[in-house]
């Protein structure tokens, strides 16, 4: 990893870390949300189907996701397992594509 | 205060022990003060270092109860209430032998941040002329009246997981001359305290803060470092 790709991942980090704050925040105030007021699946599936603005708030969580995890996880690889180079950062590039790809099949599948 | 303390000093190269001893209690009495005593009275094998006594030089640190501290100044009333003392090598360092460490990694790592005023004028040149009260000159302040001690780097954790990592006080050298108008390097230091043991290893613990003898805030510093890289990669300099 170049000087400049380690300053771009760090930054990356710090923006999904600020985005992933309040995409938490929505995420668990709807689960609390849909639970007390007894939603069944098949009234949270009503809800969601078609609707654009929770497809388009799940895909930046999920993007957030993809792009948060893969980096931190580099730093723990580096520090607790000494594991650094180009092998840990393909395999987490692939586990990045992995997150992205099961999260927005997930957001897609709730739209759908 | 009981007349006598109950002193745990490791001792030897590897694999090493406590070795216990008992020192009588003084008046204003520092760590430094008990390590000394040991030394003169009670076992005049034991090695350590100091040179000052009064916390300028940075050369007396030790873990003293678990917690890294310049032992000069550091007053035996206020870590160890109890009577009892265990006093160990700094952290983080190749100990050499009983409380002395080899500190040749601390200071490369300052060489390898380009811990180095480099001017660009003479000594025909005229004073260049700083403002006291500039954003520039007040970070490089904050941050210039390090000794060197060596207690911030044993206090880091990323030093221990991550030994390549340059550590607080290198780091907190190299902001200091950021920030200094009158310094020539500034890219090649930049480039220097970028990358995978540079600045954005820092977790932000705030450990050496905390620990820091001389009230320097290195999180501080290796802050303004992450966004000086930040800018300067995305400008194309790195």
């Not at chain 1, 950062?89 to 997930?106: C, M, Q």
């Not at chain 2, 920030?179 to 540079?198: H, I, K, P, S, Y």
Request: glycine residues 8%; positive net charge.
């Amino acid at each position: 990893m170049t000087r400049r790709g380690e300053a771009v991942l760090w930054i990356a980090q710090r923006a999904s870390a600020a985005v992933l704050a309040l995409c938490v925040l929505v995420h668990l105030v709807t689960i609390v949300y849909a639970m007390r007021g007894g939603l069944s699946g098949a009234e949270i599936l009503a809800r969601t189907r078609g609707n654009a603005a929770w497809l388009a708030f799940y895909s930046v969580f999920v993007v957030a996701v993809s792009v948060h995890a893969p980096i931190g996880l580099r730093a723990v690889l580096r520090e607790w397992a000494g594991w650094r180079g180009r092998s840990r950062d393909v395999l987490l590039g692939l586990f990045a594509f992995f997150l992205l790809a099961i999260g927005l099949r997930a957001a897609w599948a709730v739209f759908g | 205060m009981s007349s006598t303390l109950h002193v745990r000093v490791w001792r030897g190269p590897q694999p090493g022990a406590f070795q216990r001893f008992d020192v009588p209690r003084a008046p204003s009495q520092t760590i430094l003060d008990v390590v000394t005593y040991i030394q003169r009275v009670l076992d005049p094998t034991l090695a350590y270092r100091f040179a000052c006594r009064v916390g300028m030089c940075g050369s007396c640190a030790m873990t003293v109860n678990g917690v890294p501290r310049w032992t000069c100044r550091t007053h035996v009333d206020k870590v160890a209430q109890a009577g009892e003392l265990e006093i160990a090598p700094l952290r983080n360092l190749p100990p050499i032998r009983d409380l002395v460490v080899d500190m040749r990694e601390f200071f490369d790592k300052w060489t390898r941040a380009e811990g180095r005023f480099k001017g660009a004028t003479t000594k025909q040149s005229d004073f260049a002329r700083v403002a006291p009260d500039s954003e520039k000159r007040r970070d490089a302040d904050a941050g210039i009246e390090c000794i060197g001690c060596g207690v911030c780097y044993s206090a880091c954790d990323v030093v221990a997981w991550n030994s390549d990592y340059l550590g607080p006080a290198a780091l907190n050298r190299a902001w200091t001359l950021v920030q200094d108008e009158r310094d020539a390097a500034r890219v090649e230091r930049l480039q220097a305290v970028a990358g995978d043991a540079g600045c954005h290893a820092c977790h932000t613990h705030v450990s050496c803060t905390e620990r820091c003898p001389k009230n320097i805030s290195p999180t501080a510093s290796i802050a303004g470092l992450k966004r000086a890289v930040l800018k300067a990669a995305l400008e194309g300099e790195l």
